[in-house]
């Protein structure tokens, strides 16, 4: 490919585009559709244009693209995926390059790569820590002057900037909600109990049953994985009590999904023969059937505050701890059995 | 955190196992349980002591600790997440840490994150090219001398070593294995049609219909997104056509999940009233209800193999080329219908 000096005008020509057409492709925007996209790409690629921000930087006085450092504790999990979907649309934009790494919930690896991007000379790092990591392991940055953001899980002691979902209300809403249905046994499935995510959506569970009127039982209170695996694992040993519950209100949409499907295997069906809520409102929540009611955070919209709260500091050259619990809002669809008379519409 | 010079026996001392328990924890081996797990990390930091590759590495020759550059094209697609968990579990052992980006399908993304990586010193990428991707895209990395290893996707033409599933095969079996269960009506739903893979996919159920003696007609492929979304929208289309199909080949899992969504919209069971085959067999395939029937490609695995052969290539010093297809396997499940009364034993 030969780095011509090629303007964004020479491919508008080429294509038979405008200039800002041919930006927003640049940018990666949505709002082109296919067909322009791809007409402006080959154009690109006929006159050898390459857009290249690497290169810009290394035409700049720093000698390196600048990197941001993003490490997630379970990637497997969908929410974290769109969360760095989310960073990434963000430093994009703004010139960086996201790294992103998976600690898989082992501290030890969690040292591991934070140290490894220290040496790559990460401008800033955002982080969902593994589980049991302490304050002290993000002192080492901190000294350094590098910021970071902590999201999805708080870190209680660290000085560090974090941005947690509003975990105590939401699965307050959501227990109020299954309750105004008429719902007297309302379990809450799945999570590791010594996260501190864990304790915030537990207390939320705890206010919604005392807004409710209603007693909480401690044997309603199934911990598991936080996955579907583990959401299969809890409802099936809440139908194996005496007493069941009706209703659940899960750790997250993976649980929930878990839960639905223990359900099903036992021939019942979520929605009309049990409640279920989960949190997250990951993307298969609003496609699933029954439609998933649950907690929306919007792991994207949580990944871009990050990222700009993260930009903020790095430009201002000091990173100011700030804590935002982002608002969360429950999204009543199906699987509550609430809008089970909205379903029957919908295939109409 | 003080950096003593503690020690692996130390370490074991304080937390009464043995030497090698330790060295399995610090390798974040799956052979040791929670319990032991954590006992020992509470002595690691107890102790002060730091686990730290990047720092080892320093004080070798090399001043930075060894990073694998791995690219993918949708990271909200869960088999990408799958597969670069299966990269870390290799790198990791190796002493690599695994720096992941995602270039949401634009070439001028994917351009530009490599262009970063490198400026990084890399010692190799994994990569499934954006579409319309071009084999001269690697001429640089494969001119500088670090091996490319490119999955999922292959890339004609570009000497880089390459590891892609028996995408033929696969849906040859698939569309073998439904004519076998009676259906003449066979769609193929989802996909790109500018991708390598979906004209390998497609071949393949050409294929199938051939060895079935049943007839290809050109209506029955309905491409889409190859997203759960875009399952959704297939079978909308697929269920509009005066001579509807009875079954569906799927680009890939996360279509044929969209596909019974749509089917379960339109009060249709999959597996009862429709029967749906997909392709990747992902984690959630084997807890979805009905169980996805699927062409197992085993992402985890395929990104161990990737690793593999790109650490081969790094030690090795020099990157011959190499051309993998990995073997892929018909797992039937529920929702083709074949495993009915398997599916009620299930629930007895």
């Given at each position: 490919m030969t780095k011509g000096r090629v303007t964004v005008i020479d491919i508008a020509k080429a294509a038979g585009v405008s200039k800002s057409t041919v930006s927003l492709v640049l940018q990666g925007s949505s709002l082109v559709n296919e067909g322009t996209r791809s007409k402006v790409n080959a154009a690109m690629r006929e006159l050898g244009y390459v857009y290249n921000r690497g290169a810009a930087n290394l035409r700049q006085a720093s000698a390196k693209s600048k990197i941001i450092g993003v490490v997630v504790?379970?990637?497997?999990?969908s929410f974290f995926a769109e969360l760095a979907v989310g960073v990434d649309m963000v430093v994009q934009s703004a010139g960086f390059v996201q790294f992103l790494s998976n600690t898989s919930e082992s501290i030890d690896r969690q040292r591991e790569v934070i140290a490894s991007m220290r040496e790559h000379g990460i401008s800033g790092l955002i982080v969902s820590p593994a589980r049991a990591t302490e304050s002290v392991d993000f002192k080492p940055l901190v000294a350094a002057g590098i910021p970071v953001v902590v999201v999805v899980r708080s870190l209680p002691g660290a000085k560090v900037s974090s941005i947690v979902s509003d975990n105590q209300g939401g699965t307050s809403a959501a227990v109020e909600h299954l309750a105004s249905l008429g719902h007297t046994r309302i379990s809450f499935l799945g999570g590791f109990p010594d996260t501190a995510v864990f304790e915030e959506r537990l207390a939320g569970y705890v206010d919604g049953l005392k807004a409710a009127g209603l007693g909480f039982h401690e044997e309603l209170v199934v911990s598991s994985a936080p996955s579907r695996a583990g959401g299969v694992d809890a409802i099936g040993r809440a139908m194996a009590m005496s007493d069941r519950p009706t209703a659940a209100v899960c750790f997250n949409d993976a649980v929930a999904f878990g839960v639905c499907d223990g359900l099903r295997a036992r021939r019942m069906e979520p929605g009309r023969d049990f409640a279920v809520v989960g949190f997250?409102?990951?993307?298969e929540a609003q496609t699933a059937v029954p439609a998933l009611t649950t907690v929306s955070v919007d792991p994207q919209g949580m990944g871009r505050r990050a990222a700009q709260l993260l930009l903020k500091q790095i430009n201002a050259g000091k990173a100011e701890p700030e804590s935002v619990a982002t608002a969360v809002r429950l999204v009543v669809r199906e699987s509550c059995g609430a809008a089970e008379k909205k379903a029957g519409r919908k295939t109409a």
């Open positions: 504790n379970d990637l497997t999990n997250d409102d990951v993307i």
